[in-house]
């Protein structure tokens, strides 16, 4: 067995659900000619370099597998035919891996992807914490009904300083002339 990577670079307008049956689809190739996919490592959404069939982004998603060449003939011949398919390359990474050196490899990858997964999580419950702790004390809690009769007692001036019943009153006074005018009219007709 030897070792592999290929990159392919699909469309961008797949669902989300024919996205996920594409890359199952090729890890089934891999795995029906007796390969040993070791990861999928999906990139996501990039720029391309220049526009490829009329296309300027595209889905990036990375195989590394360790098979025979048969396995690389057929994921290739697969890769061309698929009209979703812009782009494919394969490189070859090692001349020779065993079974068990490839499924070693396949659980430190695991491991590693847990870890870190453990990681970001116990960091995000910490920034949590420390939020939560500093809007506690930032903030101190007033009931509600404490909170709706100072709404009551003060007035709540608008946001150009200019108090509600002012403008009320300026309202009253702006319309007071537009009834004269109407009323002179309809006195000359």
Avoid: C
Wanted: net charge negative.
């Amino acid at each position: 067995m030897k070792r592999y990577e290929t990159i392919f670079i699909y469309v961008p307008d797949l669902s989300p659900d024919s996205q996920r049956e594409l890359i199952l689809r090729y890890k089934g190739i891999v795995e029906s000619f007796r390969g040993i996919v070791i990861r999928i490592d999906e990139w996501g959404m990039r720029r391309l370099a220049y526009p490829i069939q009329k296309k300027d982004d595209g889905y990036y998603v990375l195989i590394d597998y360790a098979g025979l060449p048969e396995t690389v003939n057929e994921l290739q011949r697969n890769l061309r035919i698929d009209d979703m398919i812009l782009r494919y390359q394969t490189v070859k990474l090692s001349d020779k891996i065993s079974e068990e050196q490839a499924e070693q490899i396949k659980q430190e990858i695991e491991e590693q992807a847990r870890s870190v997964e453990k990681t970001a999580a116990a960091e995000a419950e910490k920034a949590a914490e420390k939020a939560a702790a500093e809007t506690a004390t930032e903030t101190p809690v007033v009931p509600a009904e404490e909170t709706a009769a100072k709404s009551e007692e003060t007035e709540q001036p608008s946001p150009d300083g200019v108090a509600a019943e002012d403008v009320a009153a300026e309202d009253e006074t702006k319309a007071a002339p537009a009834e004269d005018k109407s009323a002179s009219k309809s006195e000359e007709v």
